[in-house]
């Protein structure tokens, strides 16, 4: 995420950020001690119907994204209404035929996982943010391709180069402080994931906050061209995409790990975590 870190911009970030620790989901929950058991985590509760499992692989605030393969319109679930369908099914659950899942980044405390899917007749490929939070590991984003069986997401070298130029617009809105490029390259209700910093080990918030933040920053005659960045890492995957961003800010390395989604012939970043992956000493 933006992050200049200038003590008037802190204590802004700060105010605005959710770090409350976190209750417990319940008897059943489970801290998971790696991504991976996160990910099986939610794979198990998609085959059992349980909602109690998925409460312990999700982050309760994390809202999936897909884009309708017919209208190409976006779709998005909250956990809360996912919940409701899994207990719906419980009775009569449809486990897949087979799963799979690949680490396509991994540092300190942050994972970008690929999680695929198969059932007779449809196959889903989900691309997930997983970090480690003061419970355990669990998944803070995600969106996906459905796919007819047999059938893999595919990203074009053209797609690349789109999602490319969203991450270099999120690039420039931080330099300038514009919020109006923040929105332009960000789904409304993306969240900011963030762990490892200035002493916080674990927090979040919303892109309308971000935007708050900005403005101020704007409204002062704040810039920051300094702080040089860089992308490390793009995958496509028909109309989601992850990346991998890092930039340098007063000699501290931070990464950012993105979703984005394409929708209306157009990128936007959906889900977010950032932070710095050297725990501290």
Partial sequence: MPKTLSLVTLALLTACAHSAPLPSPGPFSRLHASPEEAVQAYFQ???????????????????MHWVDGTEGALRTRTQLEWW?????????????????????????????????????????????????????WRIVGKVFQRLAPGERATGSASAREEVRAVLDAKIEAHAR???????????????????????????????????ARYAANAEAGV?????????????????????????RVGGVRFIDHLLLVRTGGQWRISAAAWGNPVPPP
């Fill in 45 to 63: 509760a998609s085959d059992t119907g349980s909602s109690r499992l998925l409460r312990t692989a999700f982050h309760p605030d994390v809202v």
């Fill in 84 to 136: 409701q369908r899994l207990d719906a099914d419980a009775q009569a659950p449809q486990p897949a035929t087979r799963r799979g899942m690949t680490v396509l980044d991994r540092e300190g405390p942050f994972a970008l996982m690929e999680a695929v899917s198969h059932w007779p007749d449809r196959t889903y490929d989900d691309l997930l943010l997983v970090v480690e939070t003061p419970v355990g």
């Fill in 177 to 211: 402080y514009s919020h109006a490029l923040l929105y332009q390259s960000h789904t409304p209700d993306c969240l900011y994931y963030r762990v490892n910093v200035e002493g916080v080990p674990f927090a979040w918030g919303t892109l309308s906050e971000a935007a």
């Fill in 223 to 247: 810039q920051d061209r300094e702080s040089p960045w860089n992308v490390l890492k793009v995958e496509v995957r028909g109309n989601v995409a992850a990346a991998k961003l890092e930039v």
